[in-house]
C-alpha cells in the first residue's frame, strides 16, 4: 500500500515540510479549491499543485476530490454539460499523472456530524453523529454550522435544492449515477485513471435526501452499473462502519479487487445510530482495524490509504477533522499494523 494524507492546499495550516516527516508517507491527496464546483480546472493550477508536492518530496497521485455537481446528482437538463466538464478534468488529471479520484454521490450534503468538538476523558476532542440532534434539526433553520453544510449554500439556495430532490428518490439517483457513470468511465479508463467513489456517511438517508452508496448490497450494485475496473471504491472505513449491519472485512474480502483507495479510521458506535470519532486503533473504539487491514492485504491491495479524521490533540486548532498530530499517529499505526500482517504472510 502507498500512504498518503490529505492535504488542503497552501491555505492548510499542515505544512508539506510536516506532512513528509510522517515515517513511510509517500503522497499528498488533495485538490483544486479556488474553481466552483462542475468547472473545468486549468492545467496551469493541476501543474503548480503537482510541482509544489513533488517538490515537497511527496508523490500526487490521488485526488480528492472532484466534487459533482448537483444538477447531475438531480439529472436534470444541466446535467450533460457538467457532465462533459467532468470528463474534462479526468483526462487532465490522468494527463498530470493522477491515478485515483475519489468523489461521491450524497444529495446536497457530504459528510455530516452533530458536534464538532466532542470532549473525551482524555481531554481530546473530536467530532461526533447524535442521531436524535441531527433528526430534531431543521437545515433551512438550524444556526449550527456542519462542514458541506452552510459553507455551501445560502438559506435560500439551500431551499431551492432541497425542493429540486422531492422528485428525486433512491431509485432516480442510481438512474442518474449510471449515466454519470457511462460516460466518466471510458474517459477514465483511456486516461489511466481509477474513479473511486466515496460512501455516504453516515451511511443512511437524511433530511428525506436519498443515500445509496451505503452498504455491501449496494456497492454490488454500483459496481455492476458500469462494471469496468476503472469504476472502483474509496473504502472509508469511519462512514460504512457507522451502519452496524456492514461487516467490513467481509466487504473487502468481497469487493477487495476494485479498492483503490481506503480511508482507514475507527468510530465508538453510542447508539444505533450514533457514533463518535476516537483514535485510529483496534482498541479505542468499535471496528476491528486489525481485521480491516489484514482483510486488504489478504485482498492483494495495492492501492492508496490514508489515515481519516483525527481528534485534536495537543491543544491543536484548525480544520475539524484534519489537524496534523493525531492523523499522524494514526498514519504510523496504520503502517506499522500493514507491515505486521504483510510479514506474516
Ligand atoms: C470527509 C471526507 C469526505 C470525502 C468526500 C469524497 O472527511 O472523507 O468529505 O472527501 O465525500 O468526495
Given at each position: 500500500m502507498k500512504l498518503t494524507f490529505r492535504w488542503y492546499g497552501e491555505k492548510d495550516p499542515v505544512t508539506l515540510e510536516k506532512i513528509r516527516q510522517i515515517p513511510t508517507m509517500n503522497g499528498i491527496v488533495s485538490a483544486i479549491y479556488d474553481v466552483p464546483v462542475g468547472e473545468v480546472w486549468s492545467r496551469e493550477s493541476i501543474a503548480a499543485l503537482k510541482s509544489m508536492v513533488e517538490q515537497a518530496g511527496l508523490a500526487f497521485e490521488v485526488v480528492e476530490s472532484v466534487p459533482v455537481h448537483e444538477d447531475i446528482k438531480l439529472g436534470n437538463a444541466n446535467a450533460a454539460k457538467w457532465i462533459a466538464n467532468y470528463c474534462e478534468n479526468v483526462r487532465r488529471l490522468g494527463e498530470a499523472g493522477v491515478k485515483v479520484i475519489c468523489y461521491n454521490f450524497m444529495p446536497v450534503f457530504d459528510w455530516l456530524r452533530s458536534e464538532l468538538t466532542r470532549e473525551h476523558a482524555d481531554g481530546s476532542n473530536s467530532l461526533a453523529y447524535d442521531d436524535e440532534?441531527?433528526?430534531?434539526?431543521?437545515?433551512?433553520?438550524?444556526?449550527?454550522?456542519l462542514p458541506g453544510w452552510d459553507e455551501s449554500y445560502t438559506k435560500e439556495q439551500l431551499k431551492e435544492l432541497l425542493g429540486q430532490y422531492k422528485s428525486v428518490g433512491e431509485e432516480q439517483l442510481w438512474a442518474n449515477l449510471q449515466t454519470f457513470l457511462k460516460a466518466v468511465i471510458p474517459v477514465a479508463e483511456e486516461s489511466g485513471v481509477k474513479m473511486a467513489i466515496h460512501p455516504d456517511d453516515p451511511p443512511w438517508g437524511l433530511f428525506g435526501l436519498p443515500r445509496i452508496i451505503t452498504g455491501e448490497a449496494n456497492l454490488d450494485r454500483f459496481l455492476k452499473l458500469v462494471d469496468s475496473p476503472a469504476n472502483g471504491l474509496t473504502f472509508c472505513t469511519g462512514s460504512l462502519g457507522a451502519g452496524k449491519q456492514n461487516d467490513l472485512p467481509a466487504m473487502i474480502r468481497r469487493f477487495g479487487n476494485r479498492i483503490y483507495f481506503a480511508h482507514l479510521r475507527n468510530i465508538q458506535w453510542t447508539g444505533e445510530h450514533s457514533f463518535e470519532e476516537v483514535g485510529h486503533p483496534t482498541s479505542c473504539g468499535s471496528l476491528n482495524m486489525y481485521e480491516i487491514v489484514k482483510a486488504l492485504v489478504e485482498s492483494g491491495f495495492t492501492g492508496y490509504v490514508r489515515?481519516?479524521?483525527?481528534?485534536?490533540?495537543?491543544?491543536?486548532?484548525?480544520?475539524?477533522?484534519?489537524?496534523?498530530?493525531?492523523?499522524?499517529?494514526?498514519?504510523?499505526y496504520l503502517a506499522g499494523l500493514f507491515e505486521a500482517v504483510e510479514r506474516n504472510q
Open positions: 440532534t441531527v433528526l430534531s434539526m431543521n437545515p433551512l433553520t438550524s444556526a449550527l454550522s489515515p481519516d479524521h483525527g481528534r485534536m490533540i495537543w491543544g491543536e486548532t484548525g480544520r475539524f477533522g484534519y489537524g496534523l498530530y493525531d492523523r499522524a499517529l494514526g498514519a504510523t
